[in-house]
């Protein structure tokens, strides 16, 4: 089964920014980049499916190819995913004419005009991507979730490897997350969150409709072991929301810090209340930040 679109983009667009962050891999064992297409494999449904994602000017063409069948219309569902994953249903226009005279912000925008925070395909997999960068750096988390997609070892039949869901987690034993590099706090969070996502109490797939975020805040961070920071980058990366306080991410901080011309480390309460002036943006400048500093690595995964 195959399912395909073509999607326009904006004259600002940057699929630079997309590639970039579905690059993290080098080994490229469930993702392949190159200078205008990304090639994943994931769940679609239960069923092991290939993406691809071929940018031309001023298009956006897509395509998924199912190991099988579905029952259901995915056609909808699948342009949704695919509008989501390219930041297109962030109205990034808005908050760069609002904030172009900033005495700040203004040098980022006019840098980095168009900018949009990559999502991943499922909210699930932002989720547990957040959990596994919890205070260890890009390149430790990239590490540890290629050893989670080995370890759960769901092939695609073009030989990609896809990220699991949350019934797979749940049939890895503990002792295989943490040979994976897991620690035992982050194992409990990752198999909790499994569990709940599972039965169906955190329906991750229903709230991309709807977006709760009072109710996804509350549910989250009543796992143990998931706080703020896991919340705020769960609900950007998964849901595209972008107004999360980005003030616990470390990378952050020091794009503030050399922003303001501070000699001096930024705190985190200095961070968030510098933050609080631009809602409901906060996380958009966050990744305006990061996007400053990609040359030291995407972004910093620090907090819980």
């Not at 239960?46 to 071929?54: D, H, M």
């Not at 069948?69 to 509008?83: G, N």
């Not at 869901?165 to 749940?170: H, S, T, V, Y």
């Amino acid at each position: 089964m195959q399912l395909s679109c073509s999607i326009p983009l904006p004259e600002t667009f940057r699929p630079g920014d997309i590639l970039a962050f579905h690059r993290r891999d080098r080994q490229e064992i469930a993702e392949r980049v190159s200078n205008a297409c990304l090639q994943k494999a994931m769940l679609w449904r239960e069923v092991p499916a290939y993406l691809s994602i071929n940018f031309e000017p001023g298009w956006a063409k897509a395509s998924l190819a199912i190991d099988g069948k579905v029952a259901e219309d995915c056609q909808p569902i699948f342009e949704r995913m695919v509008r989501r994953m390219l930041g297109l249903t962030q109205r990034v226009e808005i908050f760069e004419e609002q904030y172009r005279d900033h005495p700040q912000l203004g040098t980022l925008i006019a840098q980095q005009p168009g900018l949009r925070v990559p999502v991943t395909a499922t909210p699930f997999e932002a989720l547990t991507w957040a959990v596994t960068g919890q205070q260890i750096s890009v390149s430790a988390a990239v590490s540890v979730r290629r050893k989670l997609i080995v370890a759960a070892n769901i092939r695609h039949s073009c030989g990609l490897l896809c990220y699991p869901d949350a019934r797979r987690i749940l049939d890895l034993p503990e002792e295989t997350l943490r040979q994976a590099g897991f620690s035992t706090a982050k194992t409990r969070a990752l198999r909790t969150l499994s569990a709940l996502v599972a039965s169906n109490e955190l329906p991750l797939d229903a709230w991309v409709e709807t977006l709760p975020v009072d109710v996804i805040r509350e549910k989250l961070e009543a796992v143990r072991g998931i706080g703020p920071w896991t919340v705020n980058y769960g609900l950007l990366r998964g849901f595209g929301w972008l107004d999360g306080s980005l003030h616990g991410d470390v990378a952050v901080r020091r794009g503030v810090q050399t922003l303001l011309g501070a000699q001096d480390k930024i705190s985190e309460e200095s961070t968030k209340a510098w933050l609080a002036q631009f809602p409901p943006w906060r996380a958009l400048v966050g990744a305006h930040l990061w996007s400053a500093q990609a040359t030291s690595g995407y972004d910093c995964l620090m907090k819980t």
